[in-house]
């Protein structure tokens, strides 16, 4: 553990404190690596939050001596009650007029808050994001790099919707802080952030966005193919579903990318479904009826990958051969 930064120092006023909220729940294995890209920011006027969700293993204690060794650091030990709930405590004792999330077992750059504010505060912008670099095991992906660029809410959106050079997390970002108490995360969710994507967009003018990474986004081994399905995960359909209504109402234009993301939240979850013995069959009724009801849809849009386009047609033929399809792929994915 570091203990060279005791705190900002000499901060003028053209320095913001920014804040750092992070969510830790039994992540022992990763909470020092996340840390410590925190507070080795180039930038250091940071306001670190540590929301202790009851976690069961050492990660805890583990906040309590990072916080010990830098004046930076506040811990809140709080009862567990899921992702959103935690951020949702972090937000609140935020004292900083900017904010940013990392996850515990995900790590920043070096520069990454340096480079959000330095965005911020050159452009005029109202929310700052930079690129997300995937992490996994035996290989990391990151965006195309492109040119620092300025847009509006709605083509931010259209950006995230499809995945162009931006993600729909929540994390990578630098929001005011008034947003992030103006549109809370869901408690009791899962796919949280894509239930508040549009709300945050929606109440900004102009973003800027640098697609050269800045956080890397973990994901463990076990994550590469499919977890096992749970109820839980019809959570992503309700979130995209609500979002397409959105979009119907504020940016219209939008239209293409909000069905392509319904689409595709149906295939993730169907995808889950049927490697499951545990589903209940009129909810894969309803998965599987939505998307031969909009197999003409799926094939004009113009984001849906050709892959996809394909599963439907395996799927008309039959669960089975779309089984078959599902297998397939997560092999072959597996190997990469």
Same mark, same amino acid.
């Given at each position: 553990m570091s203990e060279q930064n005791q705190g900002p120092k000499q901060r003028r006023a053209e320095d913001p404190l920014v804040a750092v909220v992070i969510p830790v729940y039994n992540v022992a294995a990763t909470l020092d690596r996340c840390l410590q890209s925190v507070v080795g920011q180039t930038y @250091?006027?940071?306001?670190? +939050?540590?929301?202790?969700?009851?976690?069961?293993?050492?990660?805890?204690?583990?906040?309590? !001596?990072?916080? &010990?060794?830098?004046g930076r650091l506040r811990v809140i030990h709080k009862p567990n009650g899921g992702l959103s709930d935690a951020r949702n405590a972090g937000i609140a004792q935020v004292t900083a007029p900017?904010?940013?999330? *990392? !996850?515990?077992?995900?790590?920043?750059? @070096?520069? &990454?808050?340096?480079?959000l504010l330095r965005n911020l505060q050159e452009t005029g912008a109202d929310l700052s994001v930079v690129g997300v670099r995937d992490c996994f095991p035996n290989r990391s992906e990151a965006p195309d790099p492109r040119p620092r660029?300025?847009?509006?809410?709605?083509?931010?959106?259209?950006? +995230?919707?499809?995945n162009e050079t931006?993600? *729909?997390?929540?994390?990578?970002?630098?929001?005011? /802080?008034?947003?992030?108490?103006? *549109? %809370?995360? %869901?408690?009791?969710?899962?796919?949280? !952030?894509?239930f508040v994507v549009v709300d945050l967009f929606s109440r900004v003018g102009t973003v800027v966005a640098d697609t050269a990474p800045g956080y890397n986004y973990w994901h463990n081994?076990? /994550?590469?193919?499919? &977890? &096992?399905y749970t109820p839980k995960d019809l959570d992503l359909i309700e979130a995209w579903d609500a979002n397409q209504a959105k979009v119907a109402r504020l940016y219209p234009a939008l239209a293409p990318n909000a069905e392509y993301r319904c689409l595709r939240a149906r295939f993730e979850v169907l995808d889950k479904m049927v490697l499951s013995r545990d589903v209940d069959p009129?909810?894969?009724?309803? *998965?599987?009826?939505?998307?031969?009801?909009?197999?003409?849809?799926? !094939?004009?849009? @113009?984001?849906?990958?050709r892959a996809r386009k394909f599963s439907i047609a395996a799927l008309c033929v039959g669960e089975g051969c779309y089984r078959s399809l599902v297998k397939f792929n997560n092999r072959r994915r597996s190997v990469y």
């Open positions: @250091p006027h940071l306001e670190v +939050i540590l929301v202790d969700d009851g976690a069961t293993d050492e990660s805890g204690g583990m906040c309590d !001596d990072w916080a &010990a060794h830098d900017y904010t940013t999330f *990392v !996850d515990s077992d995900d790590y920043l750059e @070096p520069d &990454a808050i340096e480079r660029r300025t847009m509006s809410a709605e083509q931010a959106l259209g950006d +995230i919707f499809i931006m993600m *729909v997390g929540a994390y990578a970002r630098l929001y005011p /802080t008034w947003l992030t108490r103006e *549109v %809370p995360f %869901p408690k009791g969710r899962i796919h949280e !952030d894509a081994a076990g /994550t590469i193919t499919s &977890a &096992a009129a909810a894969k009724r309803a *998965v599987i009826g939505y998307l031969k009801a909009h197999r003409k849809a799926a !094939d004009a849009n @113009p984001y849906l990958q």
